[in-house]
Protein backbone atom coordinates (compact mmCIF):
# COMPACT_ATOMS: atom_id res chain seq x y z
CA UNK A 1 0.00 0.00 0.00
CA UNK A 2 1.54 3.26 -0.85
CA UNK A 3 1.31 6.32 1.28
CA UNK A 4 1.05 9.30 0.99
CA UNK A 5 0.95 12.95 3.20
CA UNK A 6 -0.11 15.89 1.13
CA UNK A 7 -0.50 19.54 2.45
CA UNK A 8 -4.39 20.64 3.39
CA UNK A 9 -4.31 23.68 0.91
CA UNK A 10 -7.56 25.23 2.10
CA UNK A 11 -8.94 25.38 -1.17
CA UNK A 12 -12.71 24.46 0.53
CA UNK A 13 -12.37 28.03 2.72
CA UNK A 14 -15.08 29.90 1.93
CA UNK A 15 -15.76 28.08 -1.48
CA UNK A 16 -19.23 27.86 -2.73
CA UNK A 17 -19.68 24.35 -4.25
CA UNK A 18 -22.06 24.43 -7.04
CA UNK A 19 -25.51 22.58 -6.81
CA UNK A 20 -25.63 19.82 -9.91
CA UNK A 21 -28.75 19.34 -11.70
CA UNK A 22 -28.95 15.38 -13.06
CA UNK A 23 -29.33 14.27 -16.73
CA UNK A 24 -30.01 11.48 -19.03
CA UNK A 25 -28.79 11.86 -23.11
CA UNK A 26 -31.79 10.25 -25.00
CA UNK A 27 -30.52 8.32 -28.23
CA UNK A 28 -32.59 6.96 -30.74
CA UNK A 29 -32.66 3.48 -31.60
CA UNK A 30 -30.51 4.32 -34.95
CA UNK A 31 -28.13 6.44 -32.75
CA UNK A 32 -28.49 3.51 -30.00
CA UNK A 33 -28.98 0.04 -31.94
CA UNK A 34 -28.88 -2.84 -29.39
CA UNK A 35 -29.22 -6.62 -29.25
CA UNK A 36 -31.30 -8.03 -26.08
CA UNK A 37 -28.94 -10.17 -24.18
CA UNK A 38 -31.36 -12.90 -24.30
CA UNK A 39 -30.99 -12.79 -28.41
CA UNK A 40 -26.87 -12.65 -27.76
CA UNK A 41 -25.77 -16.35 -28.06
CA UNK A 42 -28.68 -16.71 -31.63
CA UNK A 43 -26.46 -13.89 -33.08
CA UNK A 44 -23.14 -14.92 -32.26
CA UNK A 45 -24.00 -18.72 -33.10
CA UNK A 46 -25.28 -17.33 -36.27
CA UNK A 47 -22.23 -14.82 -37.03
CA UNK A 48 -19.96 -17.87 -36.79
CA UNK A 49 -21.88 -19.82 -39.60
CA UNK A 50 -18.79 -19.53 -42.18
CA UNK A 51 -16.37 -21.20 -39.91
CA UNK A 52 -18.42 -24.26 -38.24
CA UNK A 53 -17.43 -26.32 -41.47
CA UNK A 54 -13.83 -25.61 -40.84
CA UNK A 55 -13.24 -27.54 -37.72
CA UNK A 56 -12.71 -30.90 -38.07
CA UNK A 57 -13.77 -33.15 -34.54
CA UNK A 58 -11.87 -32.43 -31.82
CA UNK A 59 -9.77 -29.56 -33.14
CA UNK A 60 -8.55 -27.39 -30.38
CA UNK A 61 -10.07 -24.24 -30.94
CA UNK A 62 -8.29 -20.90 -29.09
CA UNK A 63 -10.93 -18.16 -28.67
CA UNK A 64 -8.97 -14.51 -27.42
CA UNK A 65 -10.13 -12.30 -24.44
CA UNK A 66 -8.85 -9.33 -24.12
CA UNK A 67 -7.29 -7.10 -21.26
CA UNK A 68 -10.90 -4.53 -21.53
CA UNK A 69 -13.96 -4.73 -19.96
CA UNK A 70 -16.75 -5.21 -23.02
CA UNK A 71 -20.36 -5.45 -22.38
CA UNK A 72 -21.87 -9.26 -22.40
CA UNK A 73 -18.65 -10.41 -22.68
CA UNK A 74 -18.81 -13.42 -21.25
CA UNK A 75 -22.26 -14.34 -22.91
CA UNK A 76 -20.39 -13.87 -26.21
CA UNK A 77 -17.32 -16.48 -25.36
CA UNK A 78 -19.94 -18.75 -24.11
CA UNK A 79 -21.98 -18.53 -27.30
CA UNK A 80 -18.36 -19.25 -28.91
CA UNK A 81 -17.55 -21.97 -27.30
CA UNK A 82 -21.17 -23.36 -27.83
CA UNK A 83 -20.88 -22.89 -31.58
CA UNK A 84 -17.50 -24.55 -31.66
CA UNK A 85 -18.05 -27.46 -29.72
CA UNK A 86 -21.52 -27.99 -32.07
CA UNK A 87 -18.92 -28.44 -34.81
CA UNK A 88 -16.76 -31.04 -32.84
CA UNK A 89 -14.31 -28.64 -32.16
CA UNK A 90 -12.68 -28.53 -28.67
CA UNK A 91 -12.45 -24.43 -27.50
CA UNK A 92 -10.98 -23.02 -25.14
CA UNK A 93 -10.49 -19.23 -23.84
CA UNK A 94 -6.94 -17.71 -23.76
CA UNK A 95 -5.91 -14.11 -22.33
CA UNK A 96 -4.92 -12.49 -25.35
CA UNK A 97 -3.36 -8.93 -23.82
CA UNK A 98 0.07 -7.85 -23.78
CA UNK A 99 1.82 -6.53 -20.36
CA UNK A 100 -2.03 -6.50 -18.54
CA UNK A 101 -1.99 -8.91 -15.04
CA UNK A 102 1.53 -7.74 -14.28
CA UNK A 103 2.68 -9.38 -17.64
CA UNK A 104 2.05 -13.01 -16.25
CA UNK A 105 0.35 -15.80 -16.75
CA UNK A 106 -1.68 -15.87 -13.02
CA UNK A 107 -1.90 -12.36 -13.90
CA UNK A 108 -3.49 -11.87 -16.95
CA UNK A 109 -5.88 -14.82 -15.93
CA UNK A 110 -6.97 -12.92 -12.72
CA UNK A 111 -7.64 -9.57 -15.11
CA UNK A 112 -10.31 -12.21 -16.73
CA UNK A 113 -11.95 -13.20 -13.63
CA UNK A 114 -12.17 -9.80 -13.04
CA UNK A 115 -14.41 -9.32 -15.54
CA UNK A 116 -16.35 -12.63 -15.04
CA UNK A 117 -14.78 -14.25 -17.64
CA UNK A 118 -14.17 -18.08 -15.38
CA UNK A 119 -14.16 -21.68 -16.95
CA UNK A 120 -17.23 -21.73 -15.44
CA UNK A 121 -19.50 -18.53 -16.88
CA UNK A 122 -17.96 -19.99 -20.24
CA UNK A 123 -17.98 -23.44 -20.40
CA UNK A 124 -14.53 -23.74 -21.30
CA UNK A 125 -10.84 -23.62 -19.78
CA UNK A 126 -9.05 -20.88 -19.80
CA UNK A 127 -5.44 -21.25 -20.53
CA UNK A 128 -2.66 -18.73 -19.36
CA UNK A 129 0.53 -18.44 -20.83
CA UNK A 130 3.23 -15.82 -21.46
CA UNK A 131 5.07 -17.83 -23.94
CA UNK A 132 5.91 -16.85 -27.02
CA UNK A 133 7.45 -17.97 -30.46
CA UNK A 134 9.37 -15.93 -33.35
CA UNK A 135 7.04 -16.40 -36.10
CA UNK A 136 8.77 -14.07 -38.80
CA UNK A 137 10.00 -10.13 -39.00
CA UNK A 138 8.80 -7.36 -41.30
CA UNK A 139 11.54 -5.18 -42.41
CA UNK A 140 13.58 -6.84 -39.93
CA UNK A 141 11.17 -6.16 -37.09
CA UNK A 142 10.34 -9.77 -35.23
CA UNK A 143 6.89 -11.00 -34.94
CA UNK A 144 5.86 -13.03 -32.15
CA UNK A 145 2.81 -15.14 -31.48
CA UNK A 146 2.02 -16.96 -28.10
CA UNK A 147 2.76 -20.65 -27.84
CA UNK A 148 -0.60 -21.39 -26.58
CA UNK A 149 -2.20 -20.09 -30.28
CA UNK A 150 0.39 -21.59 -31.93
CA UNK A 151 -0.19 -25.11 -30.57
CA UNK A 152 -4.05 -25.20 -31.32
CA UNK A 153 -5.58 -25.76 -33.99
CA UNK A 154 -7.53 -22.84 -34.91
CA UNK A 155 -7.84 -19.50 -33.74
CA UNK A 156 -11.18 -17.23 -33.45
CA UNK A 157 -10.37 -13.66 -32.35
CA UNK A 158 -12.98 -11.55 -30.43
CA UNK A 159 -13.12 -7.84 -29.74
CA UNK A 160 -14.58 -4.83 -29.24
CA UNK A 161 -13.65 -3.02 -32.45
CA UNK A 162 -13.34 0.79 -31.53
CA UNK A 163 -11.40 4.17 -31.29
CA UNK A 164 -8.12 3.44 -29.48
CA UNK A 165 -7.09 5.67 -26.96
CA UNK A 166 -3.33 6.31 -28.18
CA UNK A 167 -3.52 7.46 -32.00
CA UNK A 168 -6.08 7.70 -34.88
CA UNK A 169 -5.39 5.69 -37.97
CA UNK A 170 -7.64 3.55 -40.48
CA UNK A 171 -7.35 0.22 -38.55
CA UNK A 172 -7.47 1.34 -34.43
CA UNK A 173 -8.38 -0.95 -31.48
CA UNK A 174 -9.99 -4.19 -32.78
CA UNK A 175 -9.11 -7.73 -34.48
CA UNK A 176 -5.94 -6.60 -36.10
CA UNK A 177 -4.75 -5.31 -32.78
CA UNK A 178 -5.78 -8.32 -30.44
CA UNK A 179 -3.82 -9.96 -33.17
CA UNK A 180 -0.59 -8.78 -33.70
CA UNK A 181 -0.60 -7.46 -29.98
CA UNK A 182 -2.98 -9.66 -27.93
CA UNK A 183 -1.06 -12.98 -29.74
CA UNK A 184 1.92 -11.11 -28.84
CA UNK A 185 1.94 -11.30 -25.53
CA UNK A 186 4.22 -9.20 -23.45
CA UNK A 187 7.13 -9.46 -25.94
CA UNK A 188 5.60 -8.53 -29.05
CA UNK A 189 3.28 -5.41 -27.70
CA UNK A 190 6.39 -3.79 -26.32
CA UNK A 191 7.84 -4.24 -29.96
CA UNK A 192 4.92 -2.88 -31.57
CA UNK A 193 4.97 -0.17 -28.53
CA UNK A 194 8.77 0.88 -29.28
CA UNK A 195 8.51 2.07 -32.73
CA UNK A 196 5.79 5.00 -30.76
CA UNK A 197 2.45 5.90 -32.57
CA UNK A 198 4.18 4.45 -35.94
CA UNK A 199 4.16 1.06 -34.33
CA UNK A 200 0.23 1.22 -33.75
CA UNK A 201 -0.63 2.64 -37.21
CA UNK A 202 1.51 1.43 -39.56
CA UNK A 203 2.96 -1.90 -38.18
CA UNK A 204 0.53 -3.45 -35.90
CA UNK A 205 -1.86 -4.51 -38.82
CA UNK A 206 1.12 -5.40 -40.98
CA UNK A 207 2.25 -7.80 -37.66
CA UNK A 208 -1.50 -8.63 -37.66
CA UNK A 209 -1.65 -10.06 -41.49
CA UNK A 210 2.11 -11.71 -40.60
CA UNK A 211 0.42 -13.46 -38.17
CA UNK A 212 -2.48 -14.36 -40.34
CA UNK A 213 -0.38 -15.82 -43.63
CA UNK A 214 2.13 -17.13 -41.93
CA UNK A 215 0.77 -19.81 -39.76
CA UNK A 216 -2.84 -20.12 -40.96
CA UNK A 217 -4.43 -20.52 -37.39
CA UNK A 218 -6.78 -17.76 -37.35
CA UNK A 219 -10.10 -18.77 -38.68
CA UNK A 220 -11.48 -15.27 -38.62
CA UNK A 221 -12.58 -12.57 -36.03
CA UNK A 222 -15.56 -11.90 -34.25
CA UNK A 223 -15.80 -8.13 -34.14
CA UNK A 224 -18.14 -6.54 -31.22
CA UNK A 225 -19.05 -3.17 -31.79
CA UNK A 226 -21.16 -1.19 -28.53
CA UNK A 227 -23.80 1.47 -28.44
CA UNK A 228 -23.28 4.62 -26.49
CA UNK A 229 -24.55 3.24 -23.91
CA UNK A 230 -22.11 0.88 -23.52
CA UNK A 231 -24.46 -1.79 -24.49
CA UNK A 232 -23.77 -4.34 -27.60
CA UNK A 233 -25.20 -2.63 -30.70
CA UNK A 234 -23.70 -5.49 -32.80
CA UNK A 235 -21.71 -8.45 -33.80
CA UNK A 236 -19.79 -9.46 -37.30
CA UNK A 237 -18.19 -12.02 -38.28
CA UNK A 238 -14.89 -10.95 -40.75
CA UNK A 239 -13.39 -13.35 -42.37
CA UNK A 240 -9.29 -13.48 -41.88
CA UNK A 241 -8.79 -11.62 -45.01
CA UNK A 242 -10.81 -8.50 -43.91
CA UNK A 243 -8.67 -8.53 -40.31
CA UNK A 244 -6.22 -5.53 -40.57
CA UNK A 245 -7.81 -4.39 -43.95
CA UNK A 246 -10.85 -2.07 -45.52
CA UNK A 247 -13.47 -4.11 -43.86
CA UNK A 248 -12.53 -3.39 -40.41
CA UNK A 249 -11.80 -0.03 -41.32
CA UNK A 250 -15.58 -0.02 -42.17
CA UNK A 251 -16.82 -1.30 -38.89
CA UNK A 252 -14.28 1.10 -36.72
CA UNK A 253 -15.87 4.04 -38.97
CA UNK A 254 -19.38 2.19 -37.86
CA UNK A 255 -18.20 2.15 -34.38
CA UNK A 256 -17.11 5.75 -33.80
CA UNK A 257 -20.15 6.89 -35.09
CA UNK A 258 -22.08 4.96 -31.97
CA UNK A 259 -19.38 6.12 -29.53
CA UNK A 260 -20.59 8.03 -26.42
CA UNK A 261 -19.32 11.33 -25.61
CA UNK A 262 -19.93 14.45 -23.71
CA UNK A 263 -22.46 16.81 -24.16
CA UNK A 264 -20.06 19.72 -23.59
CA UNK A 265 -17.57 21.22 -25.57
CA UNK A 266 -15.87 22.68 -23.03
CA UNK A 267 -15.25 22.41 -19.37
CA UNK A 268 -13.81 24.15 -16.27
CA UNK A 269 -13.59 21.07 -14.41
CA UNK A 270 -14.68 17.52 -15.20
CA UNK A 271 -15.34 15.14 -12.17
CA UNK A 272 -14.78 11.78 -13.17
CA UNK A 273 -15.45 8.79 -10.15
CA UNK A 274 -14.12 6.25 -11.04
CA UNK A 275 -11.21 5.28 -13.96
CA UNK A 276 -9.94 1.69 -14.81
CA UNK A 277 -8.85 -1.02 -17.38
CA UNK A 278 -11.91 -2.71 -17.33
CA UNK A 279 -13.47 0.90 -18.65
CA UNK A 280 -10.68 1.71 -20.86
CA UNK A 281 -7.02 0.93 -21.69
CA UNK A 282 -6.08 4.07 -20.33
CA UNK A 283 -8.54 4.21 -17.62
CA UNK A 284 -10.14 6.64 -18.94
CA UNK A 285 -10.90 6.93 -22.49
CA UNK A 286 -9.35 9.69 -24.44
CA UNK A 287 -11.85 10.07 -27.16
CA UNK A 288 -14.16 10.82 -24.32
CA UNK A 289 -12.05 13.35 -21.87
CA UNK A 290 -10.30 15.25 -25.28
CA UNK A 291 -6.86 14.32 -24.10
CA UNK A 292 -3.99 11.95 -25.74
CA UNK A 293 -1.28 12.89 -24.08
CA UNK A 294 1.02 11.03 -26.34
CA UNK A 295 4.03 12.78 -27.78
CA UNK A 296 3.95 13.25 -31.42
CA UNK A 297 -0.10 13.22 -31.71
CA UNK A 298 -2.12 15.99 -31.84
CA UNK A 299 -4.58 16.81 -29.19
CA UNK A 300 -8.54 16.55 -29.67
CA UNK A 301 -9.71 20.32 -29.99
CA UNK A 302 -13.24 18.77 -28.63
CA UNK A 303 -14.39 18.21 -25.40
CA UNK A 304 -11.93 21.02 -24.01
CA UNK A 305 -11.42 20.68 -20.08
CA UNK A 306 -9.38 22.69 -18.34
CA UNK A 307 -9.13 20.68 -15.28
CA UNK A 308 -9.90 16.91 -15.00
CA UNK A 309 -10.31 15.09 -10.86
CA UNK A 310 -10.52 11.34 -10.70
CA UNK A 311 -11.83 10.20 -7.59
CA UNK A 312 -11.59 6.30 -7.10
CA UNK A 313 -9.50 3.18 -9.16
CA UNK A 314 -12.44 0.33 -10.12
CA UNK A 315 -11.67 -2.89 -8.29
CA UNK A 316 -11.24 -5.11 -11.62
CA UNK A 317 -7.87 -2.95 -12.76
CA UNK A 318 -6.00 -5.26 -9.85
CA UNK A 319 -3.98 -1.85 -9.03
CA UNK A 320 -3.32 -1.10 -12.87
CA UNK A 321 -3.50 3.11 -12.90
CA UNK A 322 -2.11 3.12 -16.18
CA UNK A 323 -3.74 6.66 -17.59
CA UNK A 324 -4.05 8.79 -13.82
CA UNK A 325 -2.05 11.03 -15.61
CA UNK A 326 -4.34 12.10 -18.30
CA UNK A 327 -5.91 13.68 -14.67
CA UNK A 328 -5.01 16.70 -13.27
CA UNK A 329 -5.90 15.75 -9.69
CA UNK A 330 -6.69 12.54 -7.59
CA UNK A 331 -6.90 11.54 -4.07
CA UNK A 332 -5.35 9.49 -1.54
CA UNK A 333 -8.02 6.77 -1.34
CA UNK A 334 -7.09 6.16 -5.50
CA UNK A 335 -2.94 6.47 -4.60
CA UNK A 336 -3.73 3.87 -2.24
CA UNK A 337 -4.54 1.38 -4.36
CA UNK A 338 -2.09 1.36 -6.97
CA UNK A 339 -0.11 -1.61 -7.87
CA UNK A 340 2.92 0.10 -9.21
CA UNK A 341 4.48 -2.65 -10.53
CA UNK A 342 1.54 -3.33 -12.66
CA UNK A 343 0.81 0.08 -13.16
CA UNK A 344 4.32 0.87 -14.44
CA UNK A 345 5.03 -2.52 -16.25
CA UNK A 346 1.87 -1.59 -18.44
CA UNK A 347 3.25 1.64 -18.78
CA UNK A 348 6.73 0.72 -19.89
CA UNK A 349 5.29 -1.67 -22.81
CA UNK A 350 3.24 1.34 -24.36
CA UNK A 351 6.56 3.24 -24.88
CA UNK A 352 5.70 6.61 -25.90
CA UNK A 353 1.86 6.21 -24.78
CA UNK A 354 2.90 5.76 -21.26
CA UNK A 355 5.42 8.67 -20.96
CA UNK A 356 3.14 11.06 -20.02
CA UNK A 357 0.27 8.82 -18.91
CA UNK A 358 1.66 7.02 -16.11
CA UNK A 359 3.13 10.05 -13.87
CA UNK A 360 0.77 11.20 -11.10
CA UNK A 361 -1.33 13.89 -10.88
CA UNK A 362 -1.67 16.45 -7.69
CA UNK A 363 -2.80 14.25 -4.99
CA UNK A 364 -5.24 15.98 -2.15
CA UNK A 365 -6.57 14.08 1.08
CA UNK A 366 -10.14 13.54 -0.55
CA UNK A 367 -12.71 14.17 -3.10
CA UNK A 368 -13.60 17.45 -1.22
CA UNK A 369 -10.63 18.75 -0.86
CA UNK A 370 -10.06 17.27 -4.73
CA UNK A 371 -12.74 18.91 -6.61
CA UNK A 372 -12.17 22.22 -4.69
CA UNK A 373 -8.72 22.88 -5.85
CA UNK A 374 -9.45 21.81 -9.05
CA UNK A 375 -12.38 24.69 -9.02
CA UNK A 376 -9.93 26.98 -7.85
CA UNK A 377 -7.31 26.12 -10.18
CA UNK A 378 -9.46 26.34 -13.00
CA UNK A 379 -9.45 30.08 -13.65
CA UNK A 380 -13.03 30.65 -13.32
CA UNK A 381 -13.65 32.98 -10.67
CA UNK A 382 -17.51 33.75 -11.00
CA UNK A 383 -18.49 30.47 -9.64
CA UNK A 384 -22.12 31.63 -11.32
CA UNK A 385 -20.38 30.70 -14.30
CA UNK A 386 -18.54 27.49 -13.69
CA UNK A 387 -18.83 24.78 -16.53
CA UNK A 388 -18.29 21.78 -14.46
CA UNK A 389 -19.69 18.11 -15.35
CA UNK A 390 -19.44 15.00 -13.32
CA UNK A 391 -19.61 11.44 -14.99
CA UNK A 392 -19.28 8.07 -13.52
CA UNK A 393 -16.68 7.00 -16.01
CA UNK A 394 -16.09 7.53 -19.62
CA UNK A 395 -18.57 4.11 -20.78
CA UNK A 396 -21.20 5.81 -19.08
CA UNK A 397 -21.34 9.56 -20.24
CA UNK A 398 -25.05 8.84 -21.33
CA UNK A 399 -25.95 9.57 -17.18
CA UNK A 400 -24.18 12.96 -16.20
CA UNK A 401 -24.42 15.60 -13.36
CA UNK A 402 -24.03 19.45 -14.46
CA UNK A 403 -23.89 23.41 -12.53
CA UNK A 404 -26.44 25.61 -13.87
CA UNK A 405 -24.47 27.43 -16.53
CA UNK A 406 -24.24 24.66 -18.72
CA UNK A 407 -28.33 23.50 -18.58
CA UNK A 408 -28.73 25.12 -22.00
CA UNK A 409 -26.33 23.54 -23.58
CA UNK A 410 -27.22 19.91 -22.17
CA UNK A 411 -30.70 20.89 -23.46
CA UNK A 412 -29.39 21.52 -26.96
CA UNK A 413 -27.34 17.89 -26.62
CA UNK A 414 -30.85 16.18 -25.83
CA UNK A 415 -30.05 15.67 -22.12
CA UNK A 416 -33.34 15.26 -20.39
CA UNK A 417 -33.06 17.00 -16.76
CA UNK A 418 -34.63 15.39 -13.88
CA UNK A 419 -35.91 17.87 -11.40
CA UNK A 420 -33.99 21.30 -9.45
CA UNK A 421 -30.45 20.93 -9.33
CA UNK A 422 -28.91 19.68 -5.70
CA UNK A 423 -26.41 20.66 -3.51
CA UNK A 424 -23.02 18.57 -3.91
CA UNK A 425 -23.10 16.16 -0.92
CA UNK A 426 -20.31 15.09 0.93
CA UNK A 427 -19.63 12.30 3.78
CA UNK A 428 -17.51 13.31 6.74
CA UNK A 429 -14.83 11.89 5.19
CA UNK A 430 -15.21 13.69 2.87
CA UNK A 431 -15.90 11.86 -0.51
CA UNK A 432 -18.38 12.61 -2.82
CA UNK A 433 -21.83 11.02 -2.65
Not at 106 to 114: K, T
Not at 119 to 137: A, K, T
Not at 310 to 318: A, G, K, N, Q
Not at 323 to 333: M, N
Request: aromatic share 4%.
Amino acid sequence: MTVVSVPDLGAEIGLEFPSLYSGHRVYSTDEAPRIAPEDIPTRVRTALQPILKRVALDERVAITAGSRGIANMPTILRACGDAIKEAGGDPFVMPAMGSHGGATADGQRDVLAGYGITRESVGMPIISSMDVQQIGCIDEVPVFMSTTALEADHVLLVNRVKAHTDFHGPVESGLAKICAIGLGKQRGAQIIHSYGTRGLVELMPHVARCIIDKTDKILGGLAILENPLDETADVVFVERDGIGTELEQELLLRAKSLMGALPFEALDVLIIDEMGKNISGTGMDTNVIGRMFVPGVPEDVQPNVTAIVVLDLTEPSHGNAVGLGLADFTTERFVQKIDWHATYTNAYTSGTGGLMRGRLPTVMANDRAAIATAIRMSGQPDWSQLRLARIKNTLNVADVQFSPSLLEEAGRAGVEVTGAPAPMQFDTAGRLQ
